[in-house]
């Protein structure tokens, strides 16, 4: 399940201590069951029973309740989007630690203070007044691309906790830059992204230059000042 504000590796201070690996921290679960599909791995046979879910009690459950979705010779039976939707939204359990902003932290994305943003909202929302375009399809960015203009583009995931972090350094590049600056949901079409917006991991910036060239900024360094000194230094001054 998509998990928020965890670590690959953690040491939670459970009874006298817990290290603890999370290798599927950032994967979703139709990230797992395409995993599962590709390499036909042995699951369990509740899948089968229409159950995504195997855990707590409470949360070993067919979704829906009557079982008509389900996963079965490696490959989803009826409806899958019911078993994304319910991953998306499947509460956690408390275990009584803290993130880095004080804020408690949970197994699974739970709706808590501090983890809301990986949920309840998108980056760069146009009703909260973001001067950030959204592109919210495949043939919007290659519009965008293929405008014969300068631009930049952000390939993130709402729940990266590094896209956050940038959040408000993208905002503002957008407000003092005089191109378009755009974002583009990454995880929604990660083999387009792979393809044709030099994604592998997220955030992703790239400066689209006016013949279409689409040129990564390869730095860790998302700050505005950096953000505009790639930008002078692919396609010219732009503020």
Not at 126 to 132: D, T
Not at 210 to 233: I, L, M, N, Q, W
Request: glycine share 8%; hydrophobic share 40%; charged share 25%.
């Amino acid at each position: 399940f998509e998990r928020a504000w965890i670590d690959l590796f953690e040491n939670a201070p459970i009874g006298g201590g817990l290290a603890k690996c999370n290798p599927l921290a950032y994967w979703t679960l139709e990230d797992c069951f395409d995993y599962i599909a590709k390499y036909q791995i042995p699951h369990h046979p509740l899948h089968a029973e229409g159950y995504p879910s195997i855990g707590d009690a409470k949360d070993t459950i067919p979704i829906p309740e009557d079982g008509s979705v389900t996963f079965k010779n490696f490959e989803f039976q009826g409806d899958k989007a019911q078993w994304l939707d319910y991953a998306c939204e499947r509460k956690g359990r408390f275990v009584g630690l803290t993130k880095k902003d004080g804020s408690a932290k949970t197994e699974c994305g739970i709706h808590v203070e501090g983890a809301e943003r990986t949920f309840d909202r998108d980056l760069w929302e146009a009703g909260e007044g973001s001067a950030v375009q959204a592109l919210g399809a495949v043939s919007d960015v290659e519009a965008f691309v293929s405008a014969g203009k300068p631009a930049v583009v952000a390939v993130y995931a709402p729940w990266c906790q590094f896209c956050q972090a940038m959040e408000d350094e993208y905002e503002n590049l957008a407000k003092e830059l005089n191109i378009p600056v755009a974002k583009f949901r990454g995880d929604e079409e990660r083999e387009f992204v792979q393809a044709n917006l030099n994604t592998e991991s997220f955030p992703t910036v790239n400066v689209v230059t006016p013949d279409g060239k689409v040129v990564k900024y390869d730095s860790e360094e998302r700050t505005v000042e950096a953000f505009k000194a790639f930008v002078e230094s692919t396609v010219g001054a732009t503020v």
